[in-house]
């Protein structure tokens, strides 16, 4: 019921800062949950962060807390991932995720295809 397409990665430097956008389409953005999750270089996916359908709550992995900041955008169906502070330990595949109802760090049944963030010293 939901495509979900990843952009804004890229290459940067440690310290830099960078914003992920996750745009949706159809015209059921505001039903679902969204979340931000990664993928390490021969590792499995994991959690970064999430966001409520209105926005009003997020969660967020130890790792990232007051580094990143997870945002959406109703009304262009577009959810954020702001990066800042990045370390070389953030190199992943970024992926962004929606589900219907509460935030949680699982169960979403709908995922883009990802958007490389490398960083670099």
């Known amino acids: 019921q939901v495509q979900l397409v990843e952009s804004g990665g890229g290459l940067v430097q440690a310290g830099d800062s960078l914003r992920l956008s996750c745009a949706a389409s159809?015209?059921?953005?505001?039903?679902?949950?969204m979340g931000w999750f990664r993928q390490f270089p021969g590792k499995g996916r994991e959690f970064v962060a999430a966001?409520?359908?209105?926005?009003?709550?997020?969660d967020y992995e130890d790792s990232v807390k007051g580094r990143f900041r997870i945002s959406r955008n109703n009304a262009m169906n577009t959810v954020y991932l702001q990066m800042n502070s990045l370390r070389l330990e953030d190199t992943a595949v970024y992926y962004c995720?929606?589900?219907?109802?509460?935030?949680?760090?699982?169960?979403?049944?709908?995922w883009g295809q990802g958007t490389q963030v490398t960083v670099s010293s």
């Open positions: 966001i409520s359908v209105g926005g009003g709550s997020t």
């Open positions: 159809g015209r059921a953005f505001t039903t679902y949950s």
């Open positions: 995720a929606a589900k219907w109802g509460p935030i949680d760090r699982s169960g979403y049944p709908y």
